[in-house]
T-cell receptor
Framework: GAGVSQTPSNKVTEKGKYVELRCDPISGHTALYWYRQSLGQGPEFLIYFQGTGAADDSGLPNDRFFAVRPEGSVSTLKIQRTERGDSAVYLC??????????????FGEGSRLTVL | EDKVVQSPLSLVVHEGDTVTLNCSYEVTNFRSLLWYKQEKKAPTFLFMLTSSGIEKKSGRLSSILDKKELFSILNITATQTGDSAVYLCAVVGGSNYKLTFGKGTLLTVNP
């Protein structure tokens, strides 16, 4: 596609529910990243995929968070038993290679998650 | 742990003013420093800096890096209302794919 696409753009859920957030990267980009941005903060790294595998998931806050990228393109971030503290904007980004060769990560518009 | 501190956290100016945004950092095995502009949701790339003293310039925006003093500045001259945004600074360290961001500077340009 023309840019990184994320769905849904907004998600309101109740505490304890399960949510999935989807990211469709730019076609041909092998590297995909998830970041989380809370109000008044900069984005925080969650996980990095190179192809289908999660090369680094050290930023996932706990085992309620999981992400997949089964075919090396679309990725889904899954959050189980949501808590109010999970409320944030979840940003996805992609790049042609590892990203920092050129410095340019292409970010999507984000999915705003609100846990009531 | 890599750390980025931006200042000021917010800034209000009038159109035509020149602004300087600051970014200081602590990082293991520094690779690069990046500036992004975030208007609504998606950050958009501005500059990547890897070498000290070499100014990067794009129109009215410019940036420079000082690797000895561990900081960077982003200058915007002749500001316009369209420059209103959050400006994010990020560094890349030992893991060459992971960006560590600062909290950002909220710039408001009034007509």
């Amino acid at each position: 596609g023309a840019g990184v696409s994320q769905t849904p753009s907004n998600k309101v859920t109740e505490k304890g529910k399960y949510v999935e957030l989807r990211c469709d990267p730019i076609s041909g980009h092998t590297a995909l990243y998830w970041y989380r941005q809370s109000l008044g903060q900069g984005p925080e790294f969650l996980i990095y995929f190179q192809g289908t595998g999660a090369a680094d998931d050290s930023g996932l806050p706990n085992d309620r968070f999981f992400a997949v990228r089964p075919e090396g393109s679309v990725s889904t971030l899954k959050i189980q038993r949501t808590e109010r503290g999970d409320s944030a904007v979840y940003l996805c980004a992609s790049s042609l290679f590892s990203g920092t060769t050129t410095g340019e990560l292409f970010f999507g518009e984000g999915s705003r998650l609100t846990v009531l | 742990e890599d750390k980025v501190v931006q200042s000021p956290l917010s800034l209000v100016v009038h159109e035509g003013d020149t602004v300087t945004l600051n970014c200081s950092y602590e990082v293991t095995n520094f690779r690069s420093l990046l500036w992004y502009k975030q208007e609504k949701k998606a950050p958009t790339f501005l500059f990547m800096l890897t070498s000290s003293g070499i100014e990067k310039k794009s129109g009215r925006l410019s940036s420079i890096l000082d690797k000895k003093e561990l900081f960077s500045i982003l200058n915007i001259t002749a500001t316009q209302t369209g420059d209103s945004a959050v400006y994010l600074c990020a560094v890349v360290g030992g893991s060459n794919y992971k960006l560590t961001f600062g909290k950002g500077t909220l710039l408001t340009v009034n007509p």
